[in-house]
């Protein structure tokens, strides 16, 4: 009993706070129908008093709450009966003891209640039991506002939050195996490393974007339920209670039109939205070179044939070789504002291509325009200049290539007739010495 007791104290640290062991503490007193009024504090903030209560020292611990921990949270004004009306009105508690019963949050929280049960969150609760409740993220009595810095919910907290389910290996390992949430694996440890996390926790800046902001507080649900915040049809909306001026940008844009009517790639790819450029929870800053040399691929799954042609020019291959100090797609089209290129406000418009071309090489004009970033030497109609040359280059190196070539082989058999001419003259003047040495 020494022992256990020794256990329950050494739990109990953390939550004694200002209360003195043993002190009679006024305040949340119920006054029920047909009793007298009685103080919860006389007993639930003596540590001595509860040990031994319940099974275990993390029960007894969980049964001290001292009218501090009450008092100063969100719930300062509620009485104890108000949460937990079964327990109050049986006193002693020998029916109860080692219980946790109370009213649903969702009693005075429906709206948040509501939206949690329809969450991905609440449907694992019922089966599997191993999702989020409202106590495992607020929790139990010590509950604080989000702009409170000793809350779980806290801008600088929420990711450690998530992260106590989303970072288990167990939990990783049994939702998101499949290899189309392979995203899912490791959000937390991305998110440290992206310029939302950096600017959070090196920044300070409790405005960056944080796990709640892009998945919901309470409803939270799979990228593919169209309900989702994340879902591909609403992520642009989510980044754009943030980023507006960017969404507003995007949204004129020739992939914006795209995406409001409906219209596909030749690839037969929907137009593409933030996180299809920017990943979901791997997002850096767009000067980091390993992703924008990276985007140029994210380019080419839906201009297939345009990275091709990409790839074909000096840009492209020292793109390729893995340096991103030459151009790429977003330094031509801008990053968001890609109009076509018939349209005025478009980059590569021709009349606007000197300009364009001026960003890195600044004694651009009209001549240098004229270069085709994206010829395709195969198509005589469009690209005449570049078919012919290539025409040519061909035929000069096939007729090179075939002179040297015949050159060769007849150089080739005329030694090969010297050689064996020589042999039979070389046989003939040895038969001749010997004859005449008889």
């Given at each position: 009993m020494v022992v256990r007791r020794l256990a329950f104290a050494v739990l109990l640290l953390p939550l004694l706070g200002s209360t003195a062991y043993g002190q009679e503490i006024p305040g949340n007193q119920q006054v029920l129908p047909g009793e007298p009024p009685f103080d919860c504090a006389k007993c639930h903030s003596r540590p001595e008093f509860l040990a031994g209560k319940t099974d275990t020292p993390e029960g007894d611990a969980a049964l001290l709450v001292p009218d501090?921990?009450?008092?100063?949270?969100?719930?300062?004004?509620?009485?104890?009966?108000?949460?937990?009306?079964?327990q109050s009105s049986v006193y002693p508690h020998e029916a109860a003891a080692g219980t946790a019963r109370a009213v649903p949050c969702e009693s005075c929280h429906e709206a948040q209640g509501t939206a949690w049960h329809a969450s991905s969150h609440a449907g694992n609760v019922s089966v599997e039991g191993d999702a989020p409740t409202c106590l495992r993220c607020h929790g139990e009595h010590a509950v604080h506002?989000?702009?409170?810095?000793?809350?779980?919910?806290?801008?600088?907290?929420?990711?450690?939050?998530?992260?106590?389910?989303?970072?288990?290996?167990?939990?990783?390992?049994?939702?998101?195996?499949?290899p189309e949430r392979v995203e899912a694996k490791a959000p937390v440890v991305q998110y440290f490393q992206t310029v939302h996390g950096a600017a959070l926790t090196r920044g300070g800046l409790v405005i960056s974007a944080t796990c709640n902001d892009c998945h919901d507080s309470h409803r939270v649900l799979a990228a593919d339920s169209a309900a989702s915040r994340t879902n591909p049809e609403n992520i642009v909306e989510t980044c754009g209670r943030c980023h507006v001026g960017i969404v507003e940008t995007y949204e004129v844009s020739a992939h914006g039109v795209a995406r409001a009517e409906g219209r596909r790639s030749v690839t037969d790819r929907p137009a593409p939205v933030c996180s299809d450029c920017h990943s979901s929870h791997g997002i850096v800053r767009a000067d980091a070179q390993d992703w924008f040399v990276g985007v140029v691929e994210e380019c080419g799954d839906c201009h297939a044939e345009l990275y091709d042609t990409y790839s074909d020019t000096y840009h492209g291959k020292v793109t390729k070789l893995g340096?991103?100090?030459?151009?790429?797609?977003?330094?031509c089209h801008t990053p968001h504002a890609m109009y076509p290129p018939d349209d005025p406000r478009s980059s590569v418009n021709p009349a606007n291509l000197v300009e364009t071309c001026r960003r890195c090489h600044e004694g651009a004009n009209e001549n240098f325009a004229q270069y085709y970033s994206h010829g395709?030497?195969?198509?005589?109609?469009?690209?005449?200049?570049?078919?012919?040359?290539?025409?040519?280059m061909t035929l000069l190196l096939m007729g090179v290539f075939g002179f040297f070539g015949l050159h060769t082989a007849l150089w080739g058999a005329r030694i090969v007739i010297e050689r064996f001419r020589g042999e039979e003259d070389s046989g003939g003047a040895a038969e001749a010495t010997e004859d005449a040495g008889r």
């Open positions: 501090s921990i009450i008092l100063s949270s969100r719930h300062d004004t509620l009485a104890c009966a108000s949460c937990h009306p079964d506002g989000a702009e409170d810095r000793r809350s779980p919910t806290h801008a600088f907290n929420i990711a450690e939050l998530c992260g106590g389910c989303h970072a288990d290996p167990a939990i990783v390992g049994t939702y998101f195996a499949q340096y991103g100090l030459t151009a790429k797609c977003s330094d395709d030497p195969t198509q005589r109609d469009k690209y005449p200049r570049l078919y012919g040359a290539r025409l040519l």
